[in-house]
Nanobody, 123 residues
Framework: QLQLVESGGGLVQPGGSLRLSCAASGFTLAYYAIGWFRQAPGKEREGVSCISSSGGVTNYASSVKGRFTISRDNAKNTVYLQMNSLKPEDSAVYYC????????????????WGKGTLVTVSS
């Protein structure tokens, strides 16, 4: 069964850090571009960051650029999102998604989705 499982979410104070993980099972993540998305209550899901299948190309939403870093370890079949200098507006459910392609094709083009992990930034 093809599955993506996110982990690493939780409650953190403003200015703190979290590292999210996205682990794949049932398929080889190395052939897939990965995107991280988030959805806050009452808001549409938005793209946060994406990484090419090789890991050589990355992209970030302007709201997180300079604070978040996406990376992948294809040997571990896992993609990470390091989140630093967190702000209350970063609070959301974070999802990872995969598409069998070298690069991200847009949110609608993602083939597999995880169920999400909740990040809450609050004092």
């Amino acid at each position: 069964q093809l599955q993506l499982v996110e982990s690493g979410g939780g409650l953190v104070q403003p200015g703190g850090s979290l590292r999210l993980s996205c682990a794949a099972s049932g398929f080889t993540l190395a052939y897939y571009a990965i995107g991280w998305f988030r959805q806050a209550p009452g808001k549409e899901r938005e793209g946060v960051s994406c990484i090419s299948s090789s890991g050589g190309v990355t992209n970030y939403a302007s709201s997180v650029k300079g604070r978040f870093t996406i990376s992948r370890d294809n040997a571990k079949n896992t993609v990470y999102l390091q989140m630093n200098s967190l702000k209350p507006e970063d609070s959301a459910v974070y999802y990872c998604a995969a598409v069998r392609n070298s690069w991200y094709l847009g949110q609608a083009g993602m083939e597999y989705w995880g169920k999400g992990t909740l990040v809450t930034v609050s004092s």
